[in-house]
């Protein structure tokens, strides 16, 4: 399938640009959505997921792959570029994607217009992904059926965090493992970019920089759940 990214221009308007899916590692994640959304396709059901969990752990990635591997036409947005809900659905009504995206719903300026206007989100498009941080931020009323149909609380997985440990040497894999993917995928670029010494002062900072996003020291490695 084809993907496309809608964002501010620097004249203030929106601007649709190729949004193609950067290499990473499949996922349990990204395969079990494949397969729950394919299997309501089949008897015409369009279907919203909300993902949820702190920052890092692979939750647009495994969207991403998802939405690839089913096919047809992608649109995604970024939160910083959400300006109003009318916004998302002129663009939806116009452009009638198989799949919509919206990254950290929860903490965009236009939450509660845009759920407000949910449906007709849901009316433009087979399948809705969206991203969150914090669900205590959703009113009990945001995560209806109909709304979302399915809300998968995303936590470490040791199997993909074990695929990406593969491109890196073995003396960082005691501290490395408990990064979340995408904290790993930058030190995998940091290793083979700049070196084992570089490497090793890009782990410190992803640690500290783990710390202050989740303000867990030692954060629990179990797989996704549902």
């Not at 939806?92 to 903490?107: C, E, K, N, Q, V």
């Not at 399948?127 to 209806?144: C, G, H, Q, Y």
């Not at 501290?175 to 670029?189: F, G, N, Q």
């Not at 782990?203 to 629990?220: I, M, R």
């Given at each position: 399938?084809?993907?496309?990214?809608?964002?501010?221009?620097?004249?203030?308007?929106?601007?649709?640009?190729?949004?193609?899916?950067?290499?990473?590692?499949?996922?349990?994640?990204?395969?079990?959505?494949?397969?729950?959304?394919?299997?309501?396709?089949?008897?015409?059901?369009?279907?919203?997921?909300?993902?949820?969990?702190?920052?890092?752990?692979?939750?647009?990635?495994?969207?991403?792959?998802?939405?690839?591997?089913?096919?047809?036409?992608?649109?995604?947005?970024?939160?910083?570029?959400?300006?109003?809900?009318?916004?998302?659905?002129?663009?939806?009504?116009?452009?009638?994607?198989?799949?919509?995206?919206?990254?950290?719903?929860?903490?965009?300026?236009?939450?509660?217009?845009?759920?407000?206007?949910?449906?007709?989100?849901?009316?433009?498009?087979d399948t809705v992904f969206a991203t969150?941080?914090?669900?205590?931020?959703?009113?009990?009323?945001?995560?209806?059926?109909?709304?979302?149909?399915?809300?998968?609380?995303?936590?470490?997985?040791?199997?993909?965090?074990?695929?990406?440990?593969?491109?890196?040497?073995?003396?960082?894999?005691?501290?490395?493992?408990?990064?979340?993917?995408?904290?790993?995928?930058?030190?995998?670029?940091?290793?083979?970019?700049?070196?084992?010494?570089?490497?090793?002062?890009?782990?410190?900072?992803?640690?500290?920089?783990?710390?202050?996003?989740?303000?867990?020291?030692?954060?629990?490695?179990?797989?996704?759940?549902?």
């Amino acid at each position: 399938g084809s993907s496309i990214l809608a964002r501010i221009s620097a004249e203030g308007g929106l601007e649709l640009v190729p949004d193609p899916l950067v290499e990473c590692k499949p996922s349990r994640l990204s395969e079990e959505i494949t397969e729950y959304v394919r299997a309501f396709r089949k008897h015409g059901y369009s279907r919203g997921i909300l993902l949820v969990g702190e920052p890092g752990l692979g939750k647009t990635w495994a969207i991403r792959q998802a939405t690839k591997d089913l096919g047809g036409l992608s649109l995604r947005m970024e939160v910083d570029q959400v300006a109003s809900a009318r916004d998302i659905t002129d663009l939806l009504t116009l452009l009638r994607p198989t799949s919509f995206m919206i990254d950290d719903l929860d903490l965009s300026g236009a939450f509660v217009s845009l759920m407000s206007r949910w449906e007709a989100v849901r009316a433009s498009t087979d399948t809705v992904f969206a991203t969150a941080n914090d669900l205590s931020k959703f009113e009990p009323a945001m995560l209806r059926a109909g709304r979302f149909d399915r809300i998968i609380h995303v936590e470490l997985d040791p199997e993909l965090v074990s695929k990406m440990l593969e491109d890196v040497p073995e003396t960082f894999h005691e501290r490395a493992k408990r990064l979340p993917p995408a904290y790993l995928s930058e030190l995998i670029k940091s290793f083979k970019v700049e070196g084992i010494e570089k490497a090793l002062e890009r782990l410190e900072s992803l640690e500290e920089t783990k710390k202050l996003v989740s303000g867990s020291e030692e954060p629990e490695t179990i797989p996704c759940t549902d």
